[in-house]
């Protein structure tokens, strides 16, 4: 295993899973007790099971909703903020979580490829808004006041993810990638550390609880909790790089 020892890097892209909030209380998909456990994402997680259910679409999303207001970021959430305060060079943050809690622990350059449980979207005039309450079919759009087209603004299995464009860019052009808290079961965000292993100039570095489905593609693989292990690797990397002035 390679280790990072007096590297200066330039260029950032750290990747987001559902493990990095499993200790702020959201549930994880696929581990013992996770959401794909206890639903079929084909119910739930689909435009057909939408289609099919949509009031219990709305109920998995609000149950989510709700849950995510009481839920406050853990320290792998701030390590993350305070690394991007610190980095001297390009930062991007890529999460898969349609959470907000790197947001509230301060991250501030950062897509949810995803999409985000905190806000809605019209399907008839695609008008975002930010959501905490409930939703049902019986919600007319705030902007073309037409009902049964809101839905939660996040993205479904056949659904295209958010800003791969920008993502891909990123990817291609930084020096060092981290995949945390992920089961690289999922794809597009699965194959990133293969698009950034083929640009050929990137150090990769898998944080995890355990070893993921891509985890040999990874220079580096350190495994544990998330707030132990995510602080601890941010405080190594801003101690080998040079400040920002
Ligand atoms: P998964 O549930 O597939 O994987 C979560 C990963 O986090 C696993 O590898 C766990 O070992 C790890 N993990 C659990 N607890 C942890 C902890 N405390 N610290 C560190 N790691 C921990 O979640 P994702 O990989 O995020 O998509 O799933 C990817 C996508 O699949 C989600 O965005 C969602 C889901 O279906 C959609 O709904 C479109």
Redesign the pocket.
């Known amino acids: 295993m390679n280790v990072v020892t007096g590297n200066r890097f330039r260029s950032l892209v750290v990747l987001t899973?559902?493990?990095?909030s499993?200790?702020s209380g959201l549930g994880?998909?696929?581990?013992k007790d996770?959401l794909?456990t206890q639903y079929d994402?084909n119910d739930v997680?689909t435009p057909e099971g939408f289609m099919r259910n949509p009031a219990l679409v709305h109920a998995f999303y609000n149950a989510r909703r709700r849950n995510l207001l009481d839920a406050v970021p853990n320290a792998a959430h701030l390590a993350l903020a305070e690394l991007e305060r610190q980095w001297p060079g390009d930062f991007l943050l890529v999460t898969?979580?349609v959470d907000d809690l790197h947001e509230r622990a301060g991250s501030r350059d950062l897509l949810h490829m995803?999409g985000e449980l905190r806000k809605i979207r019209c399907e008839n005039c695609g008008d975002i808004v930010a959501w905490e309450a409930d939703l049902d079919q019986a919600t007319d759009c705030a902007r073309c006041r037409v009902g049964g087209y809101l839905r939660p603004h996040?993205?479904?299995?056949g659904e295209m993810p958010l800003y791969m464009e920008r993502v891909y860019a990123a990817l291609e052009g930084c020096d060092l990638f981290l995949s945390i808290?992920?089961?690289?079961?999922?794809y597009p965000?699965a194959g990133f550390v293969a698009e950034v292993r083929r640009a050929g100039r990137a150090h990769t570095v898998e944080l995890?609880?355990?070893a993921?489905d891509g985890h040999s593609l990874f220079a580096e693989r350190l495994y544990g909790?998330?707030?132990e292990i995510v602080p601890a690797y941010v405080a190594r990397l801003l101690g080998l790089q040079p400040q920002a002035s």
């Not at 994880?28 to 581990?31: A, E, I, L, P, Y």
């Not at 996040?154 to 299995?157: G, L, Q």
């Open positions: 899973g559902a493990g990095v499993a200790e994880t998909f696929r581990d996770g794909w994402l997680a898969q979580n995803h996040v993205v479904w299995f808290g992920t089961s690289g079961l999922v965000a995890n609880l355990e993921s909790p998330a707030t």
